[in-house]
């Protein structure tokens, strides 16, 4: 079994383990809307499948995805990723951006099937409209359930990174501990220092 998260690199070129949360939120980190753009990770539907592989779905997913799904598939992630910020930020979640979601969820998700041995499989011939609905249905479970609030943007100045904040109480603010909560500590620590030289 997989752990859940994704391993990022940063500016710098240094790696960091970045959990989001929830299976719709790991595929907020492919790229996104407007300046957001320059971020993008999904440009042939080869990098969808690389994504698959990476994300906290179960391994062993066999997809075939055109060129017309991953289109899908990016502007659902645009919508999703402007949600998740107006959820952050408390701001209302707006209409259409709702019903891109809302129509991704509609079609049939992939597959899960026992096998003999009894272990989980996914069914054979999975496609990327199926994949799109299972990663839309997991963005209304988040929007609608328990941690609906708990969207968050990272407190770093200089990071957008956003998650679902699934800890125990609640107080998660950076993307990651090791990657921006570290250097805040770090700016504490020197500004503490220079006070003292004053």
């Known amino acids: 079994m997989k752990s859940p998260g994704l391993t990022l690199v940063s500016y710098q070129g240094k790696s960091f383990r970045f959990d989001p949360g929830a299976l719709c939120m790991e595929l907020a980190t492919t790229g996104g809307p407007g300046e957001f753009a320059r971020y993008e990770v999904l440009h042939e539907p080869a990098d969808l499948v690389r994504w698959v592989e990476r994300s906290r779905l179960p391994g062993g997913l066999e997809v075939t995805i055109t060129a017309g799904e991953l289109a899908d598939t ?105 990657h921006c909560g570290n250097r805040q500590k770090v700016r504490a620590h020197r500004a503490r220092r220079a006070e003292g030289d004053d």
Do not use: K
């Open 74 to 178: 990016r502007a659902f992630r645009d919508a999703l990723f402007l949600l998740a910020a107006d959820r952050a930020h408390g701001r209302p979640l707006q209409a259409r951006r709702l019903a891109v979601v809302n129509a991704a969820a509609a079609g049939a998700p992939l597959a899960a099937r026992i096998e003999p041995d009894g272990s989980r499989a996914w069914a054979p011939g999975a496609t990327g409209a199926q994949l799109l609905s299972t990663v839309a249905r997991d963005a209304v479970d988040l929007f609608t359930g328990p941690y609906a609030d708990r969207i968050r943007e990272c407190g770093a100045h200089d990071c957008r990174l956003l998650f679902v904040d699934t800890s125990r109480p609640g107080r998660r603010r950076w993307c990651a501990m090791e």
